[in-house]
């Protein structure tokens, strides 16, 4: 009998396993073969999906092109012109060089290859499907490659049904071309979509190019970023204060010429702009930074988008003070504010500061729709207590002070008297309500509170089917991006019965007017309205949330008051009745919280 038990996976399934760390989804074929292009120092590519790239993603380049030999030897793992010996690993400038991507597509992929380099005269044509050689013939062709890469996961139904909506799909495409597009503005890009063209780029400067892709609108909407040191170097563009975004979107790092995430680098950026634009609010940014590439961790996975600096705590202190410059040189810093608030003080970092990013506990149980069913109809049950108690108790359990003190049913059991009629409130900072209860001090995010009480209100309206449009007198233009674009006429129908009425303009696919908003929702700013849609329906945390709970969230925070607005005591009083009227007074439509308590012990401590 055969005792050993191991054998060699035969060729074909390691290639599928490495497909699937390679190319987990289309748009990770399309960011390889755009990569290899690029490599193949080619100056126009043109891209060419269907169905987000389910039956077809074809790059074509005018490239080096690639002899006989090379156009089938691609296909082998570990084929790669890049590299050679251990030592280059160290002076890696191209985008690939594990050899893996091209052997990891056409194992789960028909893939067709024509190739041809400028002294050959005709070029090789190669046909391979699921790593099994088809043929090989020559062709006639232009310079350069074409690679057409059909029915991506043929072969790995689990692969291809785990694959999401076609707009999904699409918009990861589109990302990845955004980010490929950014860094080669010296190359002219060409983008189809079922045949449409998508984008056509030309050879630009960068600013021209993010313009391009994200819109003319942007290209008064950005400052300048420059700053050359020993560590790094930066170039690139921040968006203006007032630019800023209800959605994170546009925020784009890149090192040494390749996209990286970077959250620690991005806090570095947004905390310049804090005092600049309301919370909420995302500035845009271009950010590339140049770095020595032996500062760099060598052995990052090329799909792989996270990246180790050694000087860390250093670019993090130059990136932020290059920001504030930059927003300082323009003069959107506010003048010096003597009186402001000592958390907002910026302390310049010392030179062996450990710096760390800030730590954002997340429930993920936690669902702020699970209430939405709960809200009674009649305004006198509100008084109740809320049926999803223990929902915002296990929310709040892991922090250290309880939110709420010893009664878990504060302040509808608090005595009226004490709590009502004999209110003493301040306004904080036109941000905060200060109220003193029997047992300390509450504090109320005015903001939050607002936007409770109007999404319950908007909630029970929608519910009721109660929603009217009203007519806007001026009809409000909206300039999209892209993804944006799409995502709206995925929604269109929901829109429509949210009473928000919205059509295509006739001179721009990305563009809408907007010519109605929900009936008592007039002062709305349109715009803000759909920005503050297109986030709910984009962010992953409402993804269980039905589409009524959506549109009264974003409603809700278009409509709510901002900090800074002020107060009379009797809005306030105002506020605070309707606020504990409603079915969760301590959560805000998004599960932030909204009263803090500060105890009489918490008050005592302070002076001791
Ligand atoms: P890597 O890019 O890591 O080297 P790939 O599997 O992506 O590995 O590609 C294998 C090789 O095929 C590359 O090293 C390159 O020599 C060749 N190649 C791939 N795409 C092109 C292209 N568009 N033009 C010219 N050569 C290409
Ligand atoms: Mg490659």
Same mark, same amino acid.
């Given at each position: 009998?055969?005792?050993?038990?191991?054998?060699?996976?035969?060729?074909?399934?390691?290639?599928?396993?490495?497909?699937?760390?390679?190319?987990?989804?289309? +748009?990770?074929? %399309?960011?390889?073969?755009?990569?290899?292009?690029?490599?193949?120092?080619?100056?126009?590519?043109?891209?060419?999906?269907?169905?987000?790239?389910?039956?077809?993603?074809? %790059?074509?380049?005018?490239?080096?092109?690639?002899?006989?030999?090379?156009? $089938?030897?691609?296909? =082998?793992?570990?084929?790669?012109?890049?590299?050679?010996? +251990?030592?280059?690993?160290?002076? @890696?400038?191209?985008?690939?060089?594990?050899?893996?991507?091209?052997?990891?597509?056409?194992?789960? +992929? &028909?893939?067709?290859?024509?190739?041809?380099?400028?002294?050959?005269?005709?070029?090789?044509?190669?046909?391979?499907?699921?790593?099994?050689?088809?043929?090989?013939?020559?062709?006639?062709?232009?310079?350069?490659?074409?690679?057409?890469?059909?029915?991506?996961?043929?072969?790995?139904?689990? $692969?291809?049904?785990?694959?999401?909506?076609?707009?999904?799909?699409?918009?990861?495409?589109?990302?990845?071309?955004?980010?490929?597009? !950014?860094?080669?503005?010296? @190359?002219?890009?060409?983008?189809?979509?079922?045949?449409?063209?998508?984008?056509?780029?030309?050879?630009?400067?960068?600013?021209?190019?993010?313009?391009?892709?994200?819109?003319?609108? &942007?290209?008064?909407?950005?400052?300048?970023?420059?700053?050359?040191?020993?560590?790094?170097? @930066?170039?690139?563009?921040?968006?203006?204060?007032?630019?800023?975004?209800?959605?994170?979107?546009?925020?784009?790092?890149?090192?040494?010429?390749?996209?990286?995430?970077?959250?620690?680098?991005?806090?570095?950026?947004?905390?310049?702009?804090?005092?600049?634009?309301?919370?909420?609010?995302?500035?845009?940014?271009?950010?590339?930074?140049?770095?020595?590439?032996?500062?760099?961790?060598?052995?990052?996975?090329?799909?792989?988008?996270?990246?180790?600096?050694?000087?860390?705590?250093?670019?993090?202190?130059?990136?932020?003070?290059? *920001?504030?410059?930059?927003?300082?040189?323009?003069?959107?810093?506010?003048?010096?504010?003597?009186?402001?608030?000592?958390?907002?003080?910026?302390?310049?970092?010392?030179?062996?500061?450990?710096? $760390?990013?800030?730590?954002?506990?997340?429930?993920?149980?936690?669902?702020?729709?699970?209430?939405?069913?709960?809200?009674?109809?009649?305004?006198?049950?509100?008084?109740?207590?809320?049926?999803?108690?223990?929902?915002?108790?296990?929310?709040?359990?892991?922090? &250290?002070?309880?939110?709420?003190?010893?009664?878990?049913?504060?302040?509808?059991?608090?005595?009226?008297?004490?709590?009502?009629?004999?209110?003493?409130?301040?306004?904080?900072?036109?941000?905060?309500?200060?109220?003193? %209860?029997?047992?300390?001090?509450?504090?109320?995010?005015?903001?939050?509170?607002?936007?409770? *009480?109007?999404?319950?209100?908007?909630?029970?309206?929608?519910?009721?089917?109660?929603?009217?449009?009203?007519?806007?007198?001026?009809?409000?233009?909206?300039?999209?991006?892209?993804?944006?674009?799409?995502?709206?006429?995925?929604?269109?129908?929901?829109?429509?019965? +949210?009473?928000?009425?919205?059509?295509?303009?006739?001179?721009?696919?990305?563009?809408?007017?907007?010519?109605?908003?929900?009936?008592?929702?007039?002062?709305?700013?349109?715009?803000?309205?759909?920005? =503050?849609? !297109?986030?709910?329906?984009?962010?992953?945390?409402?993804?269980?949330?039905?589409?009524?709970?959506?549109?009264?969230?974003?409603?809700?925070?278009?409509?709510?008051?901002?900090?800074?607005? *002020?107060?009379?005591?009797?809005?306030?009083?105002?506020?605070?009745?309707?606020?504990?009227?409603?079915?969760?007074?301590?959560?805000?439509?998004?599960?932030?919280?909204?009263?803090?308590?500060?105890?009489?012990?918490?008050?005592?401590?302070?002076?001791?």
């Amino acid at each position: 009998m055969k005792n050993d038990i191991i054998s060699l996976l035969p060729e074909s399934v390691a290639n599928q396993i490495a497909a699937g760390e390679v190319v987990q989804r289309p +748009a990770s074929a %399309v960011k390889e073969l755009l990569e290899n292009a690029i490599d193949a120092s080619a100056t126009e590519i043109k891209l060419l999906i269907k169905d987000a790239g389910r039956s077809l993603i074809q %790059v074509i380049d005018n490239g080096k092109g690639m002899s006989e030999t090379d156009a $089938r030897i691609c296909f =082998e793992r570990h084929a790669t012109s890049k590299l050679h010996k +251990a030592e280059d690993l160290f002076a @890696i400038r191209t985008l690939g060089f594990r050899g893996e991507a091209l052997a990891s597509i056409a194992a789960i +992929a &028909q893939v067709e290859l024509k190739t041809r380099r400028i002294e050959n005269e005709v070029g090789t044509e190669v046909v391979i499907e699921g790593s099994v050689f088809k043929s090989q013939s020559p062709c006639s062709c232009p310079t350069g490659t074409s690679i057409s890469v059909k029915n991506l996961f043929f072969n790995t139904p689990a $692969r291809r049904n785990f694959l999401k909506a076609d707009i999904t799909e699409f918009n990861h495409i589109l990302e990845e071309f955004n980010r490929i597009a !950014l860094v080669n503005k010296d @190359i002219s890009f060409h983008f189809f979509n079922q045949g449409k063209e998508v984008y056509h780029l030309y050879k630009s400067i960068l600013k021209h190019r993010i313009a391009s892709l994200f819109g003319q609108a &942007q290209n008064e909407k950005l400052v300048v970023l420059e700053q050359k040191s020993e560590v790094v170097d @930066i170039y690139g563009f921040i968006s203006k204060p007032e630019a800023a975004k209800k959605t994170r979107g546009e925020q784009y790092f890149f090192v040494n010429n390749r996209y990286i995430r970077h959250p620690y680098y991005h806090h570095a950026v947004e905390s310049a702009f804090r005092e600049l634009i309301p919370e909420n609010y995302y500035p845009g940014y271009f950010i590339f930074l140049e770095v020595d590439p032996s500062s760099l961790d060598v052995n990052i996975h090329p799909t792989k988008t996270e990246v180790k600096f050694l000087n860390d705590k250093t670019i993090y202190s130059i990136l932020n003070s290059t *920001v504030k410059m930059s927003l300082g040189k323009f003069s959107l810093m506010p003048s010096l504010d003597f009186d402001h608030e000592p958390s907002f003080d910026y302390t310049p970092i010392r030179k062996d500061e450990v710096i $760390r990013p800030p730590q954002i506990k997340i429930n993920p149980d936690y669902n702020p729709f699970t209430s939405s069913k709960s809200i009674p109809a009649d305004p006198l049950k509100f008084r109740q207590k809320p049926a999803n108690q223990q929902n915002w108790e296990k929310l709040y359990e892991d922090t &250290q002070k309880p939110l709420i003190p010893e009664n878990p049913n504060f302040p509808a059991e608090t005595d009226d008297k004490e709590f009502k009629n004999d209110r003493i409130l301040f306004q904080l900072k036109n941000q905060y309500i200060l109220c003193s %209860v029997k047992s300390g001090l509450m504090i109320i995010n005015q903001q939050r509170a607002h936007e409770r *009480v109007l999404y319950e209100r908007h909630m029970q309206k929608i519910e009721a089917k109660e929603v009217l449009s009203q007519q806007l007198l001026f009809p409000q233009e909206v300039m999209l991006n892209k993804q944006d674009a799409g995502l709206i006429y995925e929604i269109k129908e929901e829109l429509i019965n +949210a009473g928000i009425c919205i059509e295509n303009s006739i001179y721009h696919d990305d563009a809408f007017i907007i010519t109605g908003v929900p009936a008592g929702s007039e002062e709305v700013n349109p715009v803000i309205l759909v920005e =503050e849609i !297109l986030e709910v329906f984009k962010n992953e945390t409402f993804k269980q949330a039905s589409g009524y709970s959506k549109f009264a969230l974003a409603l809700s925070k278009s409509l709510a008051l901002k900090p800074g607005t *002020v107060l009379k005591e009797e809005e306030m009083n105002n506020l605070i009745d309707e606020l504990f009227s409603c079915s969760l007074p301590e959560q805000s439509p998004e599960g932030k919280r909204i009263i803090s308590m500060m105890s009489l012990e918490d008050i005592g401590e302070l002076f001791k």
